[in-house]
């Protein structure tokens, strides 16, 4: 069945550096793919998504990319602040289905 | 507030007992979702709702679990004979054709 596959579980970066959250994803056919952004206690939130027809997708501080071929996508947070720690969490939206899958979630800690 | 929006927020239930949810989806959209969210892990689908048709249904949903969404707008979700492997934070979200899914604030259901 459809899987999204989510890396790291944590992370803990300090303060402007950057953060990476990848995922993979078993169904070929997915063609779109959402972040969210979750703080404790709240819903979760879309930050960035992207569309199977494109490779790349950038807004602000936040990007990310595509690779059809090796099924894999990441998020790229850079200049991380405080107010970036929460938990993310992708997913896939394969075709033919209406739901999304989601990944396991990274907590990301950002250091001050 | 023009969000999508649950009620009620918390339910402490005895296990054995039914519950029911309503979600209530931003007006024009057509979507509507419900999920399953446990602690430390990404929300998990459970049914969906284009317009007033329930066009999918998670196969881990068990019998104890029914949606209705009789007028095309809010939606119910009903549990009954509540187990405490239930215990977890139902999401709602709505989307309109072809664009990402809105969380409402969640309820969340203990079974004691």
């Known amino acids: 069945g459809e899987n999204v596959e989510q890396h790291p579980s944590t992370l803990s970066v300090q303060e402007g550096d950057s953060a990476v959250i990848k995922c993979t994803y078993s169904d070929s056919a997915s063609n779109y793919f959402p972040w969210y952004k979750q703080e404790l206690g709240k819903r979760p939130q879309l930050i960035i998504d992207?569309?199977?027809?494109?490779g790349e997708k950038k807004d602000q501080r936040i990007a990310v990319t595509l690779n059809k071929t090796a099924k894999h996508f990441s998020l790229h947070i850079t200049e991380t602040q405080p107010e970036d720690s929460a938990v993310y969490f992708c997913?896939?939206?394969?075709?033919?289905?209406?739901?999304?899958?989601f990944g396991t979630g990274t907590r990301l800690k950002v250091l001050a | 507030d023009t969000g999508v929006s649950q009620d009620p927020r918390h339910k402490i239930t005895k296990r054995g007992q039914n519950v029911t949810f309503r979600c209530d989806p931003i007006s024009e959209h057509n979507r509507l979702y419900w999920y399953r969210q446990t602690l430390g892990q990404g929300p998990e689908f459970l049914t969906y709702?284009?317009?007033?048709?329930?066009?999918?249904k998670s196969r881990l949903l068990s019998d104890r679990f029914s949606a209705e969404r009789p007028k095309g707008s809010f939606s119910t979700l009903e549990i009954q004979r509540t187990e405490q492997g239930d215990s977890a934070m139902y999401l709602c979200a709505s989307s309109l054709d072809g664009a990402y899914g809105f969380f409402g604030p969640g309820t969340r259901l203990t079974v004691l």
């Open positions: 709702f284009q317009n007033e048709a329930q066009l999918e």
């Open positions: 992207i569309r199977s027809n494109v």
């Open positions: 997913a896939a939206f394969p075709s033919g289905t209406y739901k999304y899958i």
